[in-house]
Structure formats: structure tokens, C-alpha cells
T-cell receptor
Framework: DTGVSQDPRHKITKRGQNVTFRCDPISEHNRLYWYRQTLGQGPEFLTYFQNEAQLEKSRLLSDRFSAERPKGSFSTLEIQRTEQGDSAMYLC?????????????FGPGTRLLVL | QKEVEQNSGPLSVPEGAIASLNCTYSDRGSQSFFWYRQYSGKSPELIMSIYSNGDKEDGRFTAQLNKASQYVSLLIRDSQPSDSATYLCAASYNFNKFYFGSGTKLNVKP
């Protein structure tokens, strides 16, 4: 396993633009999570996929955010009409259901700066 | 009220001492609890998971869970400077959603 990968690692955009992030989980991990983390805070849950099904979505997530996992493998997170408040680290994590510890492995994150 | 609360610290301990980190949670339905370590600029990495009341030991780390008090703790014995990091407590009901605390920053002084 090569671990969870995320692309891009850094993104600078202007307010109002759309951005899309990609996450490639550890192969055969069926659970995939997206989080947002700002300085001095813990990761904030955004959404959860089991295989290709989006089973949980945070109430904090506005309609500008959408996530997909079309074939149950990689996932994308899109933010439309970005705002300065969207500036944060976006983390992806994956795990495998049915294992003893349900360990979540985090990717390196995508750091977003909205100017 | 946040789902998971932690003292932000910093908690400073001398090298070789025991570091004690605490966490409370508000959802009595939470069934699984986790401690993550996060170095500055890096992603969280899992240290311990605990599901049942009592203690769970793994090397220098001991996690403690008290569901009646809605309290989780992490003890780090023989603290090393390399343990200096932010420690995040997380709770989950069914692995569909995880709630993280804001983390406690630990400084281990040589």
C-alpha cells in the first residue's frame, strides 16, 4: 500500500472560483472520509462514503460543497464559488470496515487559500 | 457545546515523566474512541483506539475510557521529546462520522 494520496497539495484561488480536490484512498479501503481543518482546531467532519455511496454529510456543509466517489475508489471534493472562509486544510482519510481497529489513515491534505 | 472537548494546553512535562491527556464527549451514543497524534504541518496518525470501559495499554501508551462519566484519557509514560505534538481525541457512533476535539498540545522538555 502506498498510503492515501491527495492532489493537489496546495491550491491558491480567487474568491468566487471553483476548486476540485482529489483523494486516492488505500486500495481496497471501502470507507472514505473528507475533513476540513483550520489552524488550532481538530479535523471537522465533512462527508463519508462507503464504497460509492455517500452515507453521511455534515449539516455544516453548504450547498457549495459536493463530493463524489463514482466507482468506489478515488473521490473528489468540489467547492463552488469559493469564499475566504473556505481557506483551510482539506484532509481525506480511508479505512476498511470489518477490520479489528477500523483504523483511519489520513492523506497529506490539500491546503486551500482563497484570496 | 462541542461534541468532543479537550484542554488546548500547552501541557509541558519533563522528559521521562508521565503525560496525562484528557477528553470529554457529549454524545452518550458514541461507542468508539480514538487518540491521534498530529505533528505540526502533518496529518493525524492513530495512536490508540478504545471501545470498552477500562484501560488499554500499548507500549508506553495507555488509553482509559469511562462511559458513565463520558471521559477518555491518554497516558504517555516515559515521555520523550519526540512525543511533542498535538494530541487529538475523536469519538464515533458507528464509524460513519467522527467528531474530533480541538487537540491538546504537548511539549516534552529535554
Amino acid at each position: 500500500d502506498t498510503g492515501v494520496s491527495q492532489d493537489p497539495r496546495h491550491k491558491i484561488t480567487k474568491r468566487g472560483q471553483n476548486v476540485t480536490f482529489r483523494c486516492d484512498p488505500i486500495s481496497e479501503h471501502n470507507r472514505l472520509y473528507w475533513y476540513r481543518q483550520t489552524l488550532g482546531q481538530g479535523p471537522e467532519f465533512l462527508t463519508y462514503f462507503q464504497n460509492e455511496a455517500q452515507l453521511e454529510k455534515s449539516r455544516l456543509l453548504s450547498d457549495r460543497f459536493s463530493a463524489e466517489r463514482p466507482k468506489g475508489s478515488f473521490s473528489t471534493l468540489e467547492i463552488q464559488r469559493t469564499e475566504q472562509g473556505d481557506s483551510a486544510m482539506y484532509l481525506c482519510a480511508s479505512s476498511s470496515s470489518g477490520t479489528a481497529q477500523e483504523t483511519q489513515y489520513f492523506g497529506p491534505g490539500t491546503r486551500l487559500l482563497v484570496l | 457545546q462541542k461534541e468532543v472537548e479537550q484542554n488546548s494546553g500547552p501541557l509541558s512535562v519533563p522528559e521521562g515523566a508521565i503525560a496525562s491527556l484528557n477528553c470529554t464527549y457529549s454524545d452518550r451514543g458514541s461507542q468508539s474512541f480514538f487518540w491521534y497524534r498530529q505533528y505540526s504541518g502533518k496529518s493525524p496518525e492513530l495512536i490508540m483506539s478504545i471501545y470498552s470501559n477500562g484501560d488499554k495499554e500499548d507500549g508506553r501508551f495507555t488509553a482509559q475510557l469511562n462511559k458513565a462519566s463520558q471521559y477518555v484519557s491518554l497516558l504517555i509514560r516515559d515521555s520523550q521529546p519526540s512525543d511533542s505534538a498535538t494530541y487529538l481525541c475523536a469519538a464515533s457512533y458507528n464509524f460513519n462520522k467522527f467528531y474530533f476535539g480541538s487537540g491538546t498540545k504537548l511539549n516534552v522538555k529535554p
